[in-house]
């Protein structure tokens, strides 16, 4: 065999073993009802979210997120797989809303809490009330504060 | 209105008519009507051009009888954005496309002319594809009415102002994106019918006419090759400014769709500098020419059919179906018809001349080396097309979504980066320094990079934030230290440097050393490019800041200097301002005056207008005053209001908002149509009633002045832009210092005196925009100076070379 044909099959088994490998590598991005981020799980049907918010009198933290936003990235990488956020994170009902998402209620959503860039998070309360907004990307000790202020801001109320 | 979608629908048959010719001629091998067949060509592309012209007067004019006029352009929209809005959707876009695509069809068969049999299939084909697109346009036409909007309105109805231009097209860069990149398509029309001619004729048993032909497919694929770069070029300098989250590139789809025929025209170059008719690539050079269209028409239609939706996907339904059958159809010729004549009909043994058999029969040689870096950036291109594809067949086929981000491109594309380096230093070192000395600086260079992968001076240092979950290749590669991109780039650097010093400078033909110049200036500028990206997104760094009483310091002289923590910036804000666009709104630009009111007449009758005129006559009765306007037939009636109540005098100018009522006073002769509101709704020009309020654009910005190390770096404004008419969509208005050694980038989000700021220090953008800079202007000596099948070649009056049988192409 010449060694330009062995060059081409070589290349060839490359692009199947990348192509096999990747599919099988790729994160699970969402299933039936969850997205997942980091190490959270997130609801994606935002009624389903909404009444399970009023039924445990908790807070609902709403990610606006999209599949090629770097931060979001940043954020699983760096929040999401902190143990303490993760913590913080068990006092509120996660909603994800990838802001590509081109359903109604996804974009009546994203109108009624301005997100128009991910990431975006907003922390609201059963009844959609604002507690803390958080545009951008914050740092996870940033982060956290903000999560603090929006359980104190919910506790108050 | 119509004159648009008949221009276009002329432009079809013409282009049909030419097209058939063709074919029968190539066919019947005879010459009916071939004198037609330049003049059809030449009428297609003026009717084209001509209705795209017309579209861009409409826009010009702000022609909103037209729907597609008024889906993308706003009164507001200064001329120079009206014009871009004309290729801000589908149809806008696939008319430029298709009357670029008949001007080179055009110019190539003005120069070419049709003796040759292949050259009318050739044109042939390029003039179907012309038709195709202008055959999408007649069905889905850019000048449809405005009543296709409003099929309730009277057939004569035309809004008085636009819905506007997407925000985030509102850009220079923006503007030239688009065309560039249409004529880089278009000029790939050309290879595109050429390859697939020479595959129809090898099929019918007759010669190729690769081999022949070889010069002008070799230029058509440069000069596309070099406005496809500057096209992604230019999209990603306004990813950077506008988008002021993704940076130059986010591997968001779109970008993806475009870089996929850049790679692989990348790929294509080399392998036709390669093409030899009876061995090298006889099979593989014209098969990636052709293929390199249905590619185009791929990525195409990703950006367009809505497959895919980023913030990219500025149009999406509509034209997608379209698209999908040209691409069967430029898959079909393009890609499977070589592959199946590469199948079934190629020869068994090509016979090659002795001395390349010896020479392919050895592992390392400048063939080999050749085929290896062609297969490599095809490797590399298939990693994006992957990308692209495996998530939608995943999630069609199991319903489970997988992510598909930066990381899965980074982290496949690195290493086969770095093998295409030392692959390229390799063969450039050969060259020079022949097979032995050569696989030994290999050797120290490959072991310098896997070294250099280990050594990370800290966690910035490495490709990407993987944890034990990830795959393992993924790990092993994500923590693998960014020093490994010095090595390969370095041993390319050098080799070609070494490489042009050793050949150009004693060789006779000028323009022999200026194209390897060239060649030198596109592979050293490739390298450093690959280190800049590479390092810059690793090495940005960034910090944040909130100013919270940025309002009240804005107006103090001298104001706080605020040091940016984590950084040696510090910022200080001198200016704090709110603004609305239009910035003076001129009521002529929103209202009707009391003549167009009379000239609509019963169209808008039970329409709600706004109107304005002189008031010449007011009457009060006990439920309404009535407001003459001009001595005119028109009267703004408001309910229940009395004339104190209105504030208006007669001679004020007045303005109102309500609806068009055709004879609604009977018995008051001198009425023709009142505009019947309530009190509300009608006031003095001076201060017009907020129904009136056509405020596109609420801005928010503040003036910064950014410090570092305490010298005044920059000045300038930050902030943001909310469109109200466009869903509220928010546009962020970043302030970019370009430095030489790094940018600082800050993003401010401005709100109630408060102001959030982000700075980022990006390293290294001046070398990458120079680099860029070098890669455009090598090619353009390639394809002017190439003694082979260089421009300057076509005219021999200018620099007459004798062309100099080539050792040493690349």
């Given at each position: 065999?010449?060694?330009?044909?062995?060059?081409?099959?070589?290349?060839?088994?490359?692009?199947?073993?990348?192509?096999?490998?990747?599919?099988?590598?790729?994160?699970?991005?969402?299933?039936?009802?969850?997205?997942?981020?980091?190490?959270?799980?997130?609801?994606?049907?935002?009624?389903?979210?909404?009444?399970?918010?009023?039924?445990?009198?908790?807070?609902?933290?709403?990610?606006?997120?999209?599949?090629?936003?770097?931060?979001?990235?940043?954020?699983?990488?760096?929040?999401?797989?902190?143990?303490?956020?993760?913590?913080?994170?068990?006092?509120?009902?996660?909603?994800?809303?990838?802001?590509?998402?081109?359903?109604?209620?996804?974009?009546?959503?994203?109108?009624?809490?301005?997100?128009?860039?991910?990431?975006?998070?907003?922390?609201?309360?059963?009844?959609?009330?604002?507690?803390?907004?958080?545009?951008?990307?914050?740092?996870?000790?940033?982060?956290?504060?903000?999560?603090?202020?929006?359980?104190?801001?919910?506790?108050?109320? | 209105?119509?004159?648009?979608?008949?221009?276009?629908?002329?432009?079809?048959?013409?282009?049909?008519?030419?097209?058939?010719?063709?074919?029968?001629?190539?066919?019947?091998?005879?010459?009916?009507?071939?004198?037609?067949?330049?003049?059809?060509?030449?009428?297609?592309?003026?009717?084209?051009?001509?209705?795209?012209?017309?579209?861009?007067?409409?826009?010009?004019?702000?022609?909103?009888?037209?729907?597609?006029?008024?889906?993308?352009?706003?009164?507001?929209?200064?001329?120079?954005?009206?014009?871009?809005?004309?290729?801000?959707?589908?149809?806008?876009?696939?008319?430029?496309?298709?009357?670029?695509?008949?001007?080179?069809?055009?110019?190539?068969?003005?120069?070419?002319?049709?003796?040759?049999?292949?050259?009318?299939?050739?044109?042939?084909?390029?003039?179907?594809?012309?038709?195709?697109?202008?055959?999408?346009?007649?069905?889905?036409?850019?000048?449809?009415?405005?009543?296709?909007?409003?099929?309730?309105?009277?057939?004569?109805?035309?809004?008085?102002?636009?819905?506007?231009?997407?925000?985030?097209?509102?850009?220079?860069?923006?503007?030239?994106?688009?065309?560039?990149?249409?004529?880089?398509?278009?000029?790939?029309?050309?290879?595109?019918?050429?390859?697939?001619?020479?595959?129809?004729?090898?099929?019918?048993?007759?010669?190729?006419?690769?081999?022949?032909?070889?010069?002008?497919?070799?230029?058509?694929?440069?000069?596309?090759?070099?406005?496809?770069?500057?096209?992604?070029?230019?999209?990603?300098?306004?990813?950077?400014?506008?988008?002021?989250?993704?940076?130059?590139?986010?591997?968001?789809?779109?970008?993806?769709?475009?870089?996929?025929?850049?790679?692989?025209?990348?790929?294509?170059?080399?392998?036709?500098?390669?093409?030899?008719?009876?061995?090298?690539?006889?099979?593989?050079?014209?098969?990636?020419?052709?293929?390199?269209?249905?590619?185009?028409?791929?990525?195409?239609?990703?950006?367009?059919?809505?497959?895919?939706?980023?913030?990219?996907?500025?149009?999406?339904?509509?034209?997608?179906?379209?698209?999908?059958?040209?691409?069967?159809?430029?898959?079909?010729?393009?890609?499977?018809?070589?592959?199946?004549?590469?199948?079934?009909?190629?020869?068994?043994?090509?016979?090659?001349?002795?001395?390349?058999?010896?020479?392919?029969?050895?592992?390392?040689?400048?063939?080999?080396?050749?085929?290896?870096?062609?297969?490599?950036?095809?490797?590399?291109?298939?990693?994006?097309?992957?990308?692209?594809?495996?998530?939608?067949?995943?999630?069609?086929?199991?319903?489970?979504?997988?992510?598909?981000?930066?990381?899965y491109y980074n982290l496949w594309s690195y290493p086969i980066v770095?093998?295409?380096?030392?692959?390229?230093?390799?063969?450039?070192?050969?060259?020079?320094?022949?097979?032995?000395?050569?696989?030994?600086?290999?050797?120290?260079?490959?072991?310098?990079?896997?070294?250099?992968?280990?050594?990370?001076?800290?966690?910035?240092?490495?490709?990407?934030?993987?944890?034990?979950?990830?795959?393992?290749?993924?790990?092993?590669?994500?923590?693998?230290?960014?020093?490994?991109?010095?090595?390969?780039?370095?041993?390319?650097?050098?080799?070609?440097?070494?490489?042009?010093?050793?050949?150009?400078?004693?060789?006779?033909?000028?323009?022999?050393?200026?194209?390897?110049?060239?060649?030198?200036?596109?592979?050293?500028?490739?390298?450093?490019?690959?280190?800049?990206?590479?390092?810059?997104?690793?090495?940005?760094?960034?910090?944040?800041?909130?100013?919270?009483?940025?309002?009240?310091?804005?107006?103090?002289?001298g104001s706080a200097v605020h040091e940016v923590p984590d950084s040696?910036?510090?910022?200080?804000?001198?200016?704090?301002?709110?603004?609305?666009?239009?910035?003076?709104?001129?009521?002529?630009?929103?209202?009707?005056?009391?003549?167009?009111?009379?000239?609509?007449?019963?169209?808008?009758?039970?329409?709600?207008?706004?109107?304005?005129?002189?008031?010449?006559?007011?009457?009060?009765?006990?439920?309404?005053?009535?407001?003459?306007?001009?001595?005119?037939?028109?009267?703004?009636?408001?309910?229940?209001?009395?004339?104190?109540?209105?504030?208006?005098?007669?001679?004020?100018?007045?303005?109102?908002?309500?609806?068009?009522?055709?004879?609604?006073?009977?018995?008051?002769?001198?009425?023709?149509?009142?505009?019947?509101?309530?009190?509300?709704?009608?006031?003095?020009?001076?201060?017009?009633?907020?129904?009136?309020?056509?405020?596109?654009?609420?801005?928010?910005?503040?003036?910064?002045?950014?410090?570092?190390?305490?010298?005044?770096?920059?000045?300038?404004?930050?902030?943001?832009?909310?469109?109200?008419?466009?869903?509220?969509?928010?546009?962020?208005?970043?302030?970019?210092?370009?430095?030489?050694?790094?940018?600082?980038?800050?993003?401010?989000?401005?709100?109630?005196?408060?102001?959030?700021?982000?700075?980022?220090?990006?390293?290294?953008?001046?070398?990458?925009?120079?680099?860029?800079?070098?890669?455009?202007?090598?090619?353009?000596?390639?394809?002017?100076?190439?003694?082979?099948?260089?421009?300057?070649?076509?005219?021999?009056?200018?620099?007459?070379?004798?062309?100099?049988?080539?050792?040493?192409?690349?």
């Amino acid at each position: 065999m010449s060694p330009r044909k062995v060059f081409t099959i070589t290349i060839f088994i490359a692009a199947i073993g990348i192509g096999y490998y990747s599919m099988n590598a790729a994160p699970v991005l969402s299933d039936d009802s969850h997205t997942y981020h980091g190490d959270t799980e997130w609801r994606t049907d935002i009624d389903d979210a909404q009444q399970l918010a009023a039924e445990q009198e908790k807070p609902l933290l709403i990610y606006f997120w999209t599949t090629w936003c770097t931060y979001c990235e940043d954020y699983n990488a760096n929040a999401y797989s902190d143990p303490a956020v993760l913590e913080q994170l068990d006092e509120f009902v996660l909603l994800a809303v990838n802001l590509e998402d081109n359903s109604q209620q996804a974009g009546a959503l994203q109108q009624q809490y301005s997100a128009n860039y991910p990431p975006q998070h907003v922390a609201v309360t059963p009844d959609g009330e604002v507690l803390v907004e958080i545009n951008g990307y914050a740092e996870t000790d940033a982060f956290q504060g903000y999560l603090d202020e929006a359980l104190e801001e919910w506790e108050r109320q | 209105m119509m004159g648009g979608t008949l221009l276009i629908g002329a432009a079809v048959l013409s282009g049909l008519a030419a097209t058939v010719l063709l074919f029968a001629n190539y066919l019947r091998r005879e010459e009916r009507y071939l004198d037609a067949v330049t003049p059809l060509i030449g009428t297609t592309a003026g009717l084209l051009s001509l209705a795209l012209a017309y579209l861009t007067y409409q826009f010009v004019t702000t022609d909103y009888a037209n729907a597609y006029v008024w889906n993308n352009t706003a009164n507001y929209i200064s001329l120079f954005y009206r014009i871009t809005g004309v290729y801000a959707g589908n149809q806008g876009s696939i008319l430029l496309w298709a009357a670029l695509t008949a001007v080179v069809a055009f110019w190539a068969v003005a120069v070419r002319g049709l003796e040759r049999r292949e050259t009318r299939l050739v044109q042939g084909i390029t003039m179907g594809v012309v038709t195709y697109f202008a055959a999408m346009l007649v069905l889905d036409s850019p000048f449809k009415p405005i009543s296709s909007e409003f099929p309730e309105m009277d057939p004569g109805f035309v809004p008085i102002d636009g819905t506007g231009l997407n925000p985030l097209l509102i850009d220079p860069y923006m503007a030239i994106h688009p065309p560039i990149m249409f004529i880089a398509y278009a000029l790939l029309t050309m290879p595109f019918a050429i390859a697939v001619t020479h595959f129809i004729s090898t099929v019918r048993g007759e010669d190729g006419l690769f081999e022949e032909w070889i010069g002008s497919v070799t230029r058509w694929l440069r000069i596309a090759w070099l406005f496809l770069t500057a096209a992604i070029t230019l999209g990603s300098l306004w990813s950077y400014r506008v988008l002021g989250w993704g940076g130059i590139w986010a591997w968001d789809p779109v970008e993806v769709a475009v870089l996929i025929p850049w790679l692989f025209l990348t790929a294509t170059l080399h392998a036709v500098m390669n093409y030899r008719s009876r061995s090298t690539y006889a099979t593989l050079a014209p098969a990636m020419t052709g293929a390199t269209l249905a590619l185009i028409v791929y990525a195409t239609a990703i950006v367009r059919s809505g497959v895919f939706r980023s913030v990219h996907s500025f149009a999406d339904g509509g034209i997608g179906a379209a698209l999908l059958v040209l691409l069967a159809i430029t898959s079909i010729l393009g890609i499977g018809l070589p592959l199946g004549y590469w199948l079934l009909r190629e020869p068994e043994t090509a016979s090659e001349t002795a001395a390349d058999t010896s020479q392919s029969q050895q592992w390392v040689s400048r063939v080999n080396l050749k085929h290896l870096a062609v297969l490599s950036i095809g490797l590399l291109g298939f990693v994006s097309v992957w990308g692209l594809t495996f998530p939608v067949l995943n999630a069609s086929v199991t319903g489970v979504e997988v992510e598909v981000g930066g990381q899965y491109y980074n982290l496949w594309s690195y290493p086969i980066v770095l093998g295409v380096l030392l692959v390229l230093g390799f063969y450039m070192d050969y060259d020079v320094e022949g097979r032995r000395r050569a696989l030994i600086s290999l050797g120290i260079f490959s072991l310098l990079t896997v070294l250099a992968a280990l050594i990370a001076p800290s966690e910035t240092w490495t490709l990407s934030n993987v944890d034990g979950s990830d795959a393992l290749l993924y790990r092993l590669v994500g923590n693998a230290s960014a020093l490994s991109i010095l090595p390969p780039a370095a041993y390319v650097c050098l080799t070609v440097i070494k490489r042009t010093l050793e050949f150009v400078p004693g060789n006779p033909n000028r323009n022999f050393q200026l194209k390897q110049v060239g060649i030198t200036m596109i592979h050293v500028a490739f390298a450093l490019l690959v280190v800049t990206v590479t390092f810059s997104y690793l090495f940005t760094a960034q910090s944040s800041l909130v100013v919270a009483d940025a309002d009240r310091e804005a107006t103090i002289e001298g104001s706080a200097v605020h040091e940016v923590p984590d950084s040696n910036y510090a910022v200080q804000v001198s200016d704090y301002r709110s603004y609305q666009r239009p910035e003076e709104p001129n009521v002529e630009n929103m209202a009707l005056s009391s003549e167009q009111i009379v000239s609509r007449g019963q169209e808008i009758h039970e329409t709600r207008q706004p109107v304005y005129g002189t008031a010449t006559q007011i009457n009060t009765g006990p439920n309404a005053t009535v407001i003459q306007l001009d001595n005119s037939g028109i009267w703004i009636g408001a309910m229940n209001a009395s004339q104190t109540e209105l504030g208006i005098s007669e001679g004020d100018q007045v303005v109102g908002v309500g609806t068009v009522m055709w004879d609604f006073l009977p018995n008051m002769p001198q009425s023709d149509g009142v505009v019947v509101t309530e009190a509300a709704n009608v006031g003095p020009v001076s201060n017009p009633p907020t129904a009136l309020d056509q405020t596109r654009v609420e801005g928010t910005a503040v003036g910064l002045t950014v410090y570092q190390n305490g010298e005044q770096i920059a000045r300038g404004n930050a902030g943001q832009e909310q469109y109200r008419q466009q869903g509220g969509m928010e546009v962020r208005d970043v302030l970019v210092d370009r430095g030489l050694t790094h940018d600082t980038y800050v993003i401010a989000a401005v709100d109630d005196g408060t102001v959030s700021l982000t700075v980022k220090q990006i390293p290294l953008m001046t070398v990458m925009r120079l680099s860029v800079g070098a890669l455009l202007l090598g090619m353009l000596l390639v394809i002017v100076f190439d003694p082979a099948h260089g421009l300057a070649r076509l005219w021999p009056q200018v620099t007459r070379q004798q062309t100099t049988a080539e050792t040493t192409s690349d």
